[in-house]
């Protein structure tokens, strides 16, 4: 709950100016447009809460979730117990997950990490980790000098991929007593009051796109800067 007092202006001001350097002026001005719509809709508290939510489940998953892709991306015993595990993880319907809400978004979040993180390894350039290999690195700098740096970009789409399952499970999560931006969707819902659930609805969605318009131009730097590293 200390979340609560951070003082909005500053809050908005640094995401905007994240926005605007990151992304351009364009984005920048989204995003005061943006959480300006939420602040005087009197949703602030729940867009704290949501933010606080998700983000702890992102990086809960990106940890659990990116150790189990790496193991499997190394085993192939792993990945052959991985995959059905995450394929009824993702087709088993939300309604099951109807439990603590931050296990809930986990659950369905740690997905994309673990098989884009196993992806991207396992697709790093054999000819670049067998010449890291001759240089003396041991199997950790391997890892972590070689083959996670070149594997970023699709590292950073299972990111992306991630926070949108996120994001989308708030108006599932808010059955079990959340007090997000998915519970004044589903409040709203109750009392068949549309336009408060537009609202509570457009902001989780403005959340989305802004979080995919800076980890895109996060991806495209680290693409960048993968080519000008492998010129060949």
């Not at 300006?36 to 809709?41: K, P, W």
């Not at 740690?110 to 670049?128: C, F, M, Q, S, T």
């Not at 059955?175 to 336009?195: I, M, N």
């Not at 403005?206 to 492998?230: M, P």
Request: one cysteine or more; proline letters at 6%.
């Amino acid at each position: 709950t200390g979340f609560l007092d951070l003082p909005w202006p500053v809050f908005i001001l640094a995401v905007a100016l994240l926005a605007a350097q990151v992304c351009g002026p364009r984005l920048g001005l989204f995003a005061v447009a943006g959480f300006g719509l939420i602040l005087v809709n009197g949703l602030w508290p729940q867009l704290v809460q949501s933010l606080y939510l998700c983000t702890l489940a992102v990086l809960l998953c990106l940890l659990v979730g990116g150790a189990l892709g790496t193991w499997a991306a190394h085993s192939d015993r792993v990945s052959r117990i991985l995959k059905p595990i995450c394929d009824a993880l993702q087709t088993m319907p939300q309604f099951v997950f109807l439990i603590p809400a931050l296990i809930a978004i986990m659950l369905y979040a740690i997905v994309p990490p673990i098989r884009y993180v196993e992806h991207g390894l396992r697709h790093v350039r054999a000819d670049v980790v067998e010449a890291v290999e001759q240089m003396g690195a041991t199997p950790m700098q391997t890892l972590l000098q070689a083959k996670l740096p070149l594997a970023l970009p699709v590292v950073m789409l299972g990111l992306n991929q991630t926070i949108m399952a996120a994001l989308s499970m708030l108006a599932i999560a808010a059955l079990v007593g959340t007090r997000d931006l998915g519970q004044a969707v589903y409040v709203a819902l109750g009392k068949a009051d549309a336009g408060m659930g537009l609202v509570a609805g457009l902001s989780i969605a403005f959340l989305a796109i802004l979080a995919d318009r800076l980890l895109q131009s996060w991806a495209g730097g680290a693409n960048a800067a993968n080519d000008r590293r492998d010129p060949g």
